[in-house]
């Protein structure tokens, strides 16, 4: 069983940068898809960003390119999620999720197979 855990969230304020880290026990993610989502009280979880760990290549929501980067370790034992600029509209509840096959539309968040149990991000303005 895959066991996701994601670390770095916490309070920033508008402008500022946080950097999320999911990792996964005795798991590297050469063989993962691995997205990024987040949750808004009250709404389903939104896609942000997805790496394929086997060529990372990435693919992000339009509302966040060029402000967030989806990375891996070189041993790919982390996937990050970089923020800059961010703004007080992001702060949410965000989680990373693995797959172990291609995915066709990383967006779609029926498509991950493991999530992790979230880490808050608090933008003040």
């Known amino acids: 069983q895959v066991q996701l855990v994601e670390s770095g969230g916490g309070l920033v304020q508008a402008g500022g940068s946080l950097r999320l880290s999911c990792v996964a026990n005795d798991y590297t993610f050469g063989a993962f898809a691995v997205g990024w989502f987040r949750q808004f009280a009250g709404q389903e979880r939104e896609f942000v960003g997805a790496?394929?760990?086997?060529?990372?290549?990435?693919v992000y929501k339009d509302s966040v390119k060029g402000r967030f980067t989806v990375s891996t370790d070189n041993a790919k034992s982390t996937v990050y999620l970089q923020m800059d600029n961010l703004k007080p509209e992001d702060t949410a509840l965000y989680y990373c999720a693995a797959s172990l096959v291609v995915l066709s539309t990383p967006q779609l968040a029926l498509q991950y197979d493991y999530w992790g149990q979230g880490t808050q991000v608090t933008v003040s303005s």
């Open positions: 790496i394929n760990g086997r060529d990372d290549s990435t």
